[in-house]
């Protein structure tokens, strides 16, 4: 790249570069894909970032896009901000509810549409999920057979950002929300959305492998409380509960395969447990 001055390198789970450049007094952030075999991945992303579309929510702009030593790359607007996940810590209790509320209401629910082969699309997933799992982890298996009973025909289409954990959402110094890191989905529902948000705000995924102090915790549950009460006002909220639990089931059997260490080992086990219960629970309400 000609003329432009590398300032900070950024880090990220996936293996994408992310680097701070300035051009001509100009800052903005190449985020590339690492490794060719990722290119693909890449540019899904760019493309569901360039027509993001939710109300009242921004995403960085994108400024160029294209290919350097075979990787793809796009670059961006460099948020001067914080990630939700560090902002949730010393968040006031009193600004949660009008947060999460401004998140819930930017996702396109009321336009979204039921469409026929939902379930067909979501059983499918299901079978190539069980075929990574070993058969002796009977509590994995247990959930496989709580999703393949259940009928996901009610999930309904529409915008999905694919991968809305604490980490992927940013606030600038103004408080505006821009999302970040959007995922090329198996199926795009706001409730797939939900599902990550709930990933976190209630099994604190992002937060793994950190301590989780008394504060925080009690902040991220007054924020699940205030997603699934802004679920509530709209029709169907049992129901639409009870699929979005079961989203989230499908999460983290999608996660087991990939799991190294003993203590995300634990985190799934521990996380396959709460889950399994709270939807025994929703259906018997
Ligand atoms: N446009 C931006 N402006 C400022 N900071 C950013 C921007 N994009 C990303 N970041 C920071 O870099 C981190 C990683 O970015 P991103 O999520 O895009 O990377 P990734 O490698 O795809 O991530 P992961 O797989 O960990 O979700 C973000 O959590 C955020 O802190
Ligand atoms: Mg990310």
Known sequence: MQNAELIKSLTGHSGCGLNLYKKDDKFFLRKDSGDCSYNRRLKKQYIKQNKFLLNGIKTPTIYNHGHENGLFYFDMEFLNGITLAEYMSNIKIKEINSLISLLFKSLPVESSKILPDTDAIFKKKIRQIKTKL???DSQALIAVEMLENFDFS??????????????????????????????????????????????????????????????????LAVAKEALLENIA??????????????????NILRIIPYAQDDKTHLFLKNALNKIIQTIKQTEKN
């Open 134 to 136: 070993r058969p002796s």
């Open 154 to 219: 009610k999930v309904p289409f529409s915008y999905c950002c694919g991968d809305l954990t604490l980490e992927n959402i940013m606030l600038d110094d103004n408080k505006q929300i821009y999302l970040i890191d959007f995922l090329d989905s198996f199926y795009n529902s706001w409730m797939i959305d939900v599902a990550k948000l709930l990933q976190d705000l209630e099994l604190h995924w992002s937060y793994r492998n950190q301590e989780i102090d008394f504060n925080l915790s009690m902040r």
């Open 233 to 250: 006002e709209y029709e169907n909220a049992k129901e639409n509960i009870c699929a979005i639990y079961h989203i989230l089931l499908l």
